[in-house]
């Protein structure tokens, strides 16, 4: 008896200590500041965080298990997409705008061009229930999940309970989308010590402190805020940004800002993709017609010769991070292979 | 004693004996008739942070979030474990900002219950739709961010001690006085604003 009490101890120790492998701490560099994420109520765990990675990758979320987030968020463009300068969803219907990057989300406060969404685990609602993304309902996706002998085993793992919830399909994908943290770029290395700027980078530094810095603010080259960067109206979209949202005529045309970190992968440019090269969003900026506006302040106008926008251009693509755009820890699962043969 | 309340819906101002045809008529069908031209085909809400005032002025917590569904009479009920008398009734129509900008949750907040937005964030506070003379109308409440906060606070005073309080909603009044005004609201707006204020002015105790 006190024997089969011990080894049943030893056995719950062991479980224990177990589920406390799985708790992940978030790492980020000390150059960034503190996230705006919550870690709080959706505290980090590796069969947690591995859920969310198949569930990312998985078409099941679709209404005709046709697209997955990353049809339209692939990881060799930063998690934006390439092919197209607005998505493509389900049954090939076009959207109104251009996927944007996903990294570093932990610390953007608000979601979308328009800054619609305001935590990172409601935005996957949004494409799940887009008639021109997956088509889906989240009550089906659940349901979907929970009648798949597969996820209830990992619902299971990662959470003792293999009930599936609305809640828990939202954290998980959080929990992934979490880990997608990108800061190992050049500057990135020479802001810690580990590297230099040639002369052309740091020319190009200068003037990105002079002229973007404001709105694309160090050292997530974002502020995640509201601002208009005046590009004109497309006439068959009729995008108003913010203005939509909070009918508000203060607020039209305002986009948020995007970081530009991995320009170099996540091209086409802009909240409808209307620029495919560096070059043609420097001349944009250098325009007479643009206005720039970023919390009511006026800014003062971009001027940058032509041997200045090569330096800019030369320190923008310092912020490529090859490493985060081939790291293995999220790339498709090949689990889900041997799931889908099946 | 003890105490719960009831919320309880009128589709015409009748006396208490209608509320039980009332459910009993329900059972799986899914539109409620209110005489011939008028249909309710749903009506949600939340109610947050439901409290009884005692007659010392203590407040007792009875829910923090509520669903109210009428199609589900199990919804309609909330227990209470207060045996003191007790002065009035308080509860918001709705769900408070902090709730709103805070993340997932679970049970009756979580997503699947159809009370969310989903192209933009926020909970919708209340939900009716249905048909009147022959056109549909659908009003989806909710917006939680200033000039659209929409969550409001009710408080009603109770005039008779019992062990059960009905809160009555009556639906006419809303059909009567806010679908003509719009039938057809769907995202946050200064119109929801003021119609979330109509709605929880109609709000009464039997």
Not at chain 1, 74 to 98: C, E, P, Q
Not at chain 1, 160 to 183: C, H, M, P, R, Y
Request: negative net charge; charged residues 25%; aromatic residues 12%.
């Amino acid at each position: 008896m006190k024997k089969n009490v011990i080894a049943l101890l030893v056995i719950i120790f062991f479980l224990l200590s177990f589920r406390q492998v799985s708790k992940e701490v978030f790492e980020f560099p000390d150059l960034f500041p503190t996230p705006t994420y919550d870690f709080k109520n959706n505290p980090l765990d590796s069969n947690k965080i591995e859920l969310g990675r198949l569930l990312f990758y998985d078409a099941i979320l679709s209404k005709d298990n046709s697209i997955s987030c990353s049809t339209c968020h692939s990881r060799f463009n930063a998690f934006a997409h390439n092919d197209h300068n607005l998505s493509h969803g389900i049954n090939d219907k076009i959207g109104t705008r251009n996927a944007p990057v996903l990294f570093n989300l932990a610390w953007q406060p608000t979601f979308m061009w328009d800054g619609a969404v305001n935590h990172l685990d409601m935005q996957a609602l949004a494409p799940i229930s887009s008639a021109t993304e997956m088509g889906e309902d989240i009550v089906n996706v659940v349901d979907k999940l929970q009648n798949d002998p597969f996820y209830r085993n990992k619902f299971y793992t990662a959470y003792n309970d293999s009930i599936v919830t609305g809640e828990k399909v939202l954290k998980v994908l959080s929990q992934f989308q979490l880990t997608l943290v990108s800061a190992n770029s050049i500057y990135d290395r020479v802001k810690s010590g580990e590297g230099e700027f040639n002369d052309q980078e740091l020319k190009g530094y200068k003037l990105f402190q002079e002229n973007c810095n404001t709105c694309h603010q160090e050292p997530l080259f974002s502020t995640y805020e509201l601002a208009q960067n005046f590009i004109a109206i497309d006439s068959n979209l009729n995008d108003y940004g913010r203005g939509v949202i909070s009918k508000s005529s203060d607020d039209s045309l305002l986009f948020k800002i995007p970081s530009l970190r991995n320009l170099e992968y996540s091209f086409p440019y802009m909240h409808d993709g209307r620029y495919f090269e560096l070059n043609t969003v420097l001349n944009h900026y250098t325009s007479k017609e643009t206005k720039l506006k970023f919390k009511k302040e006026g800014l003062k106008k971009v001027n940058l010769s032509e041997d200045d926008k090569v330096d800019l251009i030369a320190f923008l693509l310092t912020l490529n991070d090859k490493e985060f755009v081939f790291n293995e820890k999220h790339r498709f699962p090949r689990e889900l292979l041997i799931k889908w043969k099946e | 004693m003890r105490v719960f309340f009831v919320f309880f819906f009128l589709g015409s101002l009748k006396l208490t004996a209608q509320y039980v045809t009332f459910t009993a008529e329900l059972g799986d069908s899914t539109t409620l008739v209110l005489g011939d031209s008028k249909r309710i085909s749903k009506l949600t809400f939340y109610v947050s942070d439901v409290q009884l005032e005692t007659m010392n002025g203590e407040f007792v917590e009875v829910a923090a979030y509520h669903l109210i569904d009428f199609k589900d009479s199990n919804s309609l009920k909330i227990e209470t474990d207060n045996e003191r008398e007790i002065k009035s009734i308080h509860f918001k129509l709705g769900i408070d900002s902090t709730t709103n900008v805070s993340g997932a949750y679970g049970g009756v907040l979580d997503p699947t219950k159809g009370m969310y937005w989903s192209w933009q964030s926020g909970y919708i506070n209340f939900k009716i739709e249905g048909v009147v003379q022959r056109e549909k109308y659908i009003l989806h409440l909710g917006g939680y961010s200033y000039p659209f906060k929409s969550v409001q606070q009710i408080i009603l005073p109770v005039k008779t001690q019992s062990d059960e309080f009905r809160i009555t909603l009556p639906v006419d009044e809303i059909i009567e006085k806010l679908i003509p005004i719009d039938n057809t609201i769907m995202s946050p707006s200064l119109k929801a604003v003021e119609m979330s204020k109509s709605v929880s002015s109609f709000f009464y105790l039997k």
